[in-house]
């Protein structure tokens, strides 16, 4: 069974940076696209990034595109979202996404959801 956790979130003032991580467990990491949704209070929760399985083609959300860098790191089974120049409207719990088929390259998530982490930007 894939296991997801996510690390990374906190309270940061608009203009700083967070990087969040996702450790995943339980299958074979490689073999598994992996995207960042985030829902922020009273809205759905929304597609922010996605990485392919060797990291070569990532995709993002307009939101995201020019502020936000996902990578993974196959070898400690993790992926990243980096995410600068961060606005009051980012704040919202981040979740990571591990999808084995590819779907969430369009934005739609797979089967498996890490417990989210909290990010709150002030401004």
Do not use: H
């Not at 894939?2 to 203009?15: C, K, Y």
């Not at 990485?51 to 860098?69: E, H, L, P, Q, V």
Request: with cysteine.
């Amino acid at each position: 069974q894939v296991q997801l956790v996510e690390s990374g979130g906190g309270l940061v003032q608009a203009g700083g940076s967070l990087r969040l991580s996702c450790k995943f467990s339980g299958r074979i990491f490689s073999r598994y696209f992996m995207g960042w949704f985030r829902q922020a209070p009273g809205k759905e929760r929304a597609f922010v990034a996605a990485i392919n399985r060797s990291g070569s083609s990532t995709y993002y959300a307009d939101s995201a595109k020019g502020r936000f860098t996902i990578s993974r790191d196959n070898a400690e089974n993790t992926v990243y979202l980096q995410m600068n120049s961060l606005k009051p409207e980012d704040t919202a719990i981040y979740y990571c996404n591990a999808d084995p088929m590819g779907t969430v390259v369009a934005g739609k998530a797979g089967d498996y959801w890490g417990q989210g982490t909290q990010v709150t930007v002030s401004s």
